[in-house]
């Protein structure tokens, strides 16, 4: 059984030696240092609960390619039911690790890759999807974590990758041989990449003609030759280099910028090159899997966010107020909508030729739209619920300090029975859940922006129909002048 | 195979005589009445739709007690299959009928009763199943339409039925004896009572042993001796009367209130006598399989919504606006959620006792609350795209009149090639989507208040379990006092 | 003192002969006509409050132009403080009709067609101002109603007014000669022009020179040769028609479309003819005071829907229950702060060289924005806390039915003390408030749309000085290229 | 003239020395600590800005007791236009400092200390006011920062004062003698305590009989003996320790907690000692007074946010694109509201026996809870249009390393002509602005949190005169039981 323990896992990284730079500095053994430690832990937590009888229920299935049981983040979708435990996964992993395990970015780009280079295959006579059916093997046959590389930096967003004046702002081929590929280009944002084996990479955009080689999909090892990773700063990077006032006391997010110098890639990592009309599907494939993921890992955040909420209100002394019943009713509202959208779009999905199912595109836009806006909501009535110590508590230091410590000690005390300390540690997790950058933005910008969703619920609704429904009950005959809406 | 057309059922209302009074006056054929008859016709669009192609995979279901065929309405829910068929269906008719048809009150008092009386018969040795069973299966052999009888007019709501000063405020028996019993009481907002065949009575909330008469559960024939059914106005009187300016042409709902004036019913159709324990649960079922179906119908509206609002926009020469465009995905997000949660609570329902399977009350809740509060934002934000017209208009009567119907006629024209009637049909459609009092109220308070869908939701929310993964994540040993939020 | 009682101002509408039809048919005494009765009612009723020590403290003020005591409604605004007491008695006012009165329409044209004829005279040497204070002087020392005619029908909105296929789709002059201009088109939704005595017309939108036949502004009776005015319908048409179950027992609002079939003007009412460059200033200044006054009436209204769901509540018996308290906290929250910005509106208002103050317009606008949709929350919590009541209760000719009146009155009672009549009429009024379209549609639409609102906004902040206020604190030196936001 | 420089004010807090406690470590010359310096220069540029031409309009004001120029900060509000130019004043430098400049909490408790104190005399016959006078003309004259000292620490928020397991966990006197009084206890979220010369302690709520040691108000220097300021951690710490990525390149904010262990009042400082009934006012007056500044201070910093967004569009490419406008104006329409409805509180101020004008509650409080929830919504949409590279952009210290800096300079590019460091340095800005705790939970919880804002609207509103209202209009004769909803 080819599932590693978090220890393997552990080890795993050891033979990985990626360029990475944190803070200014070139960093050598980078799995160890204090700003990426705490996410190499959420990711080792996955390969523990792949051992635990209850997480192995969500996190172990069988390979339709291999028969063998495999970790589902390296499974293609390939019914509604592996949708459905997708979200039912994420949302258990999350409630557990209460924040980004920095897994199902790769998963989500295997599927969507897996789609359209079958449909290419059908097309074009290539033979990408043998190739890639291999690479997704060896992930399975290794236990590995993919990341996937979609999003580009994009230079001036009101021009496409070839009107750029600089030709690099999104990731391009510059040269090909007969060994295979060298790109160039930059990755922004790429979640847990210091903490993968390999990196899959999906173009961030629909090309075309003029783009074609911006139209190029490959993987690669996160230490290849030309591959930089840059550690983006967060808010409170200051807790994890002191190690103290960490709010989550064991894991946390990360998502560097990842360069890529004139990296070359041979053809069997190949999976498009420069057949343009499939970039597009495969990118709005990859987000709406993306935001159909988010449906379980935000909800099962959310339940964090209850479950803090509520303990802030029971240590303040104020249990069972009909406010706040009130409010951590609405929380659920939000986060309950997220998931329960997620599942029914994972019950409205559909085959695609290469057998991979597709989730529906509304549904999983409106539960990606409500984590955009509303669940901003959720993380205000937290801090409300919670009150003003959100902002400013003393540090740990501070309670340590033998002259001052007995009186915060004493001046923080909440309701009798809890000890200080636990009230500050609640406090201090409010504060990590609600202002971690990395966190907070992904809500909003991960798997594409709100408008981008409120765009794809809008071409996927038809709305042409609807009107007709509507101008049928109003009585009206004809269909009016031939002019769609959307 | 049992089931009716259309003009069947149209048929067996003729034989119906039930007492009913319109506006003062009591009235006879009351089916035949202006304000009822566009009710009767949303009704007979269902048994219509039983015998077209697309409409019968939707309506007619194998029926677990007789294996025909029968309409879904009179089927318990027995799978969660069951439950999705449901809120498909609904949406289904919801976009033919463009608003209520009245018989999903009935369908899910049938297995809101039908879980209670199973478990009621296994406590206590009652017969109530088989007697259950029995009418359920008259309702399905005989094509029937059945509506619930569950809201009583309530006095004082801050005292309990046995509390009230007048007896009667909730419905209850008065007199027992070896044939029977007998009623006396109010149930308010009837939808479709004057349209349908039986009327199958529940209790309003739980009872406890002071209000065990208050405990009845059982069924009526809408014309037994003694029920008055008083027709509640609306908003859009004028209209049916003056048979003009419909907005919808066809269909329209309303719900009477039915006065109970010591009506008897024989022991065969009691299906719950003073088990007082049985009543909060049964009107909790129902109240979470209502809110399920809500999920279907009111995304079904929210389909004529988009379309009348995309249309009336077309119309107007605003074809493909950016923030028009907005506004509709904004507009079929909250459907879409409401839909989205209703399929999320099929799939997570549960199996009871009986074999009937359960809706997830967060999802089905969830669901709920967002018809009750973001869904009056769909409706405004319709109003906004369609613009002031939907105000005042002059009536078709204006139209006709042949001084002033040509310059209406010239001078309410929209854009070139739709004729200006269909432009005033649209803005009409729009006026009964929105302003039809039935119909808007109901969204808020059909199903229950939005405030009880939040408890609801916090009472099946192990909001424990959701604060100890807080506590774990931050650090915190010891799981506090013993103290429960909820 | 030239102020009208209720008496006189009934009387005078005698002598008014407008051609007019509702619902298909001409009316010759108008007045008296059930659907326009409750109409005159709201306008008589604050000639009668201009005689009220209270109500004369709001209504009457000292005239600029003559140094009499005039009614506030025909009055320039010469001062902030003028402002603010058009906001306060327009509130006032509300509380006391609980709707619309039909004269700010008038009172806001005055002032927006004051600045701009004095700014065209000062240009193109015209006379304007001197015929415009004219007319205002008549309508000061005769106490006169004027209503403002602005609203096109427009036809394709995509195209200006010279570019419609029908010429006459925007008012527009079609002869000129010695005496005076003739005129031709349509103007919808003209709140109260069968209540008023004059009718100020102004153009709808900014022209060009192609439009400048469209550029016209000037004063009719509103019986003169060739105005009709269509009733147009509103929700609750049957109430009125039939006497009964009015929910506002003495007042309503309408809005005619108003037809000019070739009207001729004399020179002495003509204000604007053909100076193009004003059109846009005139309609956008009776856009911001229009707006403005939204302020002071929505929040008058929004007191009487705080007290008709509090008094629901009541009568239901849920006094002092936590959540229908932070629900009615949150109706104020919403209509005080509609209030309090057209307050400040008034306070930073600038004088413009006519001597009359221009309201702020981003302040006015940001009132009307929540107007437009924050105000629609406000109803529905209204009708949250009321309960399902609003919806169906039965009739007022049910209760004076020998047969089931007695029943009615039993089982619709609320708590003990309270008739059961008084808790019908305030479900009817709230039924009233919420679901008569022309107030409904007007938070929306009235005073220009949502969209208009939020350009008016974005166009009158100075975004760039904003952009520089960031970059100063991030420390960006240059300002970045030539390119500004709006 | 009595205004300081900012070279004065930095040269007077080095004669204060203040007993401060820095992440555990006891710190000396704490206003050169970097974590303190960039607060102590908001507090300079204050100084600096009452000698710059604009600035003195806003900031220096004739003191009504001396006659003389001094700074607003330490001025009673003696006329409605005295509220209007505090708001204006304050929107002014949060315009210039992007945040907290931490005087108006004084300058809010001289007010409501200065009305209640009066009172007190009066019926009291004690000697409070002209001791406060003095205190505040002393002030005046040294032109002192003088913050206030408002919220406990508060234990078990069920509990009253003197209720609590520990006495100490609300500020009390612990002893009085013939020279003054000895307290004990703590002040949380003491916002620029260590920038200020004096504290002004105020009771944090209503005090019973019971409770009459804690109804306490007094000032101290910030630096008295036994005073223990105790730093409270933010979020973005490293930036400030490590010099860079400081987002606001000169100003922040912070708020202490201060302990005060048997501190020394001398009876000259002391203005109210046990007169129990004057508690509740005074905070009362004080959160009114409060949530009455942040309406000027929100609006700034909301214009810095507008600014923030639209520069990050521009650099991005993104310029007058229509859903960023519409984003825009969405974010002005709350701001403008916020500081709208402080304006207008102003207006309808009150005289108080004093002298002193208390601002109208229902507004002031109006205009917090929009800033409480509705903000919250502003910095969502501000991160919403600059995009994902607010979450995880490089360290300033990665720009500086020779090997990824002109990477980084290259790929992080927006549009031509704009340098990356600009385009880097405005998302720093973003940053801070949305994720520094000190501020987005004062928009919260700063000046008592949205349930208190709530409560405080429904109990200065008049709910019985507003259901009179609604009855009168619906025809209900007689006024129901008396009952009060509030």
């Known amino acids: 059984m080819p599932l590693k323990t ?3 896992y ?5 033979s990985l030696h990626p360029v ?63 949708l459905i435990a997708k979200v039912r996964m994420l949302k258990f992993l ?71 004046k600089d030709p690099d702002m999104y990731l391009h081929v510059v040269d090909r041989n007969k060994d295979g590929i060298v790109v160039r280009g930059a990755k922004i944002h790429q979640t847990g990449s210091l903490c993968a084996h390999w990196m899959l990479v999906v173009p961030t955009r629909e090309m075309r003609a003029a783009d074609k080689d911006y139209a190029s999909c490959f993987a690669v090892p996160t230490d290849a030759e030309g591959v930089i990773h840059v550690y983006g700063r967060g808010t409170l990077e200051a807790r994890a280099l002191q190690n103290c006032d960490l709010g989550n006391v064991r894991y946390s997010k990360f998502a560097p910028m ?62 069972d107020v009909s406010h706040i019943n009130t409010k951590l009713a ?44 509303e669940l901003a909501e959720v993380y205000r009535m937290m801090i409300e619920i919670a009150g003003g110590m959100v902002a400013d508590i003393p540090s740990d230091r501070d309670f340590a300090n033998p002259e001052i410590g007995p009186l915060l000690d004493k001046y923080l005390k909440g309701i009798d029975g809890v000890p200080t300390g636990d009230r500050v540690r609640i406090f201090r997790l409010i504060e990590k859940l609600a202002f971690e950058s990395r966190d907070i933005v992904s809500n909003i910008h991960g798997g594409g922006s709100p408008e981008t969703h409120r765009m794809t619920i809008l071409r996927n609704s038809d709305i042409e129909s609807k009107k007709r429904l509507a101008k049928n009950l109003a009585g009206i005959k004809d269909n009016g002048p031939k002019q769609a809406v959307s």
Chains 1, 2, 3, 4 share one sequence.
């Open 330 to 373: 609405e929380m659920l509202k939000v986060t309950e909508a997220i998931y329960g959208c997620s599942i029914a779009a994972s019950i409205e999905s559909t085959k695609t030729p290469s057998g991979i199912y597709n989730v529906d595109p509304v549904l999983s836009n409106t539960s990606k739209l409500y984590e955009g806006k």
């Open 10 to 14: 552990m080890k795993s990284l050891e």
């Open 258 to 319: 990842v360069i890529f110098k004139d990296v070359f890639v041979p053809w069997e990592r190949v999976f498009l090159d420069g057949e343009f009309e499939y970039a597009g599907d495969m990118v709005r494939n990859f987000g709406n899997y993306h935001r159909h993921s988010h449906g379980g890992c935000k909800c099962g955040v959310g339940d964090v966010l209850v479950g803090a909420a509520a303990t802030a209100a029971e240590y303040n002394g104020l249990n």
């Open 20 to 82: 990475a730079y944190i803070l200014g500095d070139r960093v050598e053994n980078v799995h160890e240092h204090p700003l990426i430690s705490h996410m190499t832990a959420s990711v080792a937590r996955t390969f523990e609960l792949e051992h635990d009888p209850e997480g192995a229920k969500h996190l172990v299935a069988k390979s339709d390619l291999t028969g063998q049981d495999v970790s589902r983040f390296v499974k293609f979708y390939t019914s509604p039911d592996d």
């Open 94 to 164: 999350a409630q557990n690790i209460g924040g980004c395990y920095m897994r199902c970015t790769g998963m989500d780009a295997i599927s969507s890759v897996g789609i359209e280079v079958f449909n290419c295959d059908q097309k074009h006579g290539t033979k990408y999807w043998e190739r890639f059916v291999n690479f997704v093997k060896t992930a399975q046959d290794q236990d590995l974590v993919v990341c996937s590389g979609v999003t580009d930096v994009k230079g001036d967003r009101a021009k496409r990758p070839s009107q750029q």
């Open 6 to 8: 978090a220890k393997q």
